[in-house]
């Protein structure tokens, strides 16, 4: 009997090894868990945002196209691209599904902002950019009328009368100051045959 009791004692030990081995085998197969899962981005959209005159139709190049994307709530950032000489900005990463404001600024024109809400991969957006007008009034009629101020830095009104002089006296003119200067005598001035 001890001769079954060693053999079956061997085959459990033996058993137990190979269970081990190709248990520590398996675990070697699954891939380390390494923080967080990979998360992929969103879908975006393709925005193409082209800038024109309203006045004649004409593509305005060099104007700043501001995008200012939200999703869900959540801001996504803001971005701003020029407009090439066509009068396009092209961006290509705005979210799918997002509410985007865009603001449109170029010299000389009045500044455009709307939201849009981009659902679809492509989007194509055409702003026509108009000159400034007078700001609304509730005491004047100005509806519709152009600017009075030009763009760009304002300088203050200063009148535009002389000052008056004293009654008195005259002023007297200032003396010319001499513009000739004198050149020292020389005695080798006279031509030499």
Do not use: W
Not at 92 to 113: H, K, L
């Amino acid at each position: 009997m001890p001769l079954h009791r060693t053999l079956y004692s061997q085959l459990a030990a033996l058993f137990g090894i190979v269970l081990i081995c190709s248990l520590y085998a398996m675990a070697q197969d699954d891939p380390p868990k390494h923080g967080r899962k990979y998360k992929a981005p969103p879908a975006t959209s393709h925005i193409e945002v082209t800038v024109l005159k309203k006045f004649n139709g004409k593509p305005i190049s060099n104007a700043a196209v501001i995008f200012d994307a939200t999703l869900d709530g959540k801001d996504q950032g803001n971005l701003e691209v020029k407009t090439d000489p066509d009068g396009k900005a092209t961006i290509d990463i705005i979210p799918t599904g997002s509410n985007v404001r865009v603001q449109v600024i170029a010299t000389g024109f009045a500044t455009y902002a709307e939201d849009y809400l981009v659902t679809e991969p492509s989007r194509e957006i055409t702003v026509s950019m108009v000159h400034p007008q007078e700001q609304l009034s509730s005491y004047q009629d100005n509806q519709g009328k152009a600017a009075t101020r030009k763009p760009g830095v304002q300088e203050p009104v200063r009148p535009t009368t002389p000052a008056t002089k004293p009654a008195g006296k005259p002023a007297a003119p200032a003396p010319a100051p001499q513009t000739t200067p004198q050149q020292p005598p020389n005695s080798d001035t006279t031509p030499k045959q």
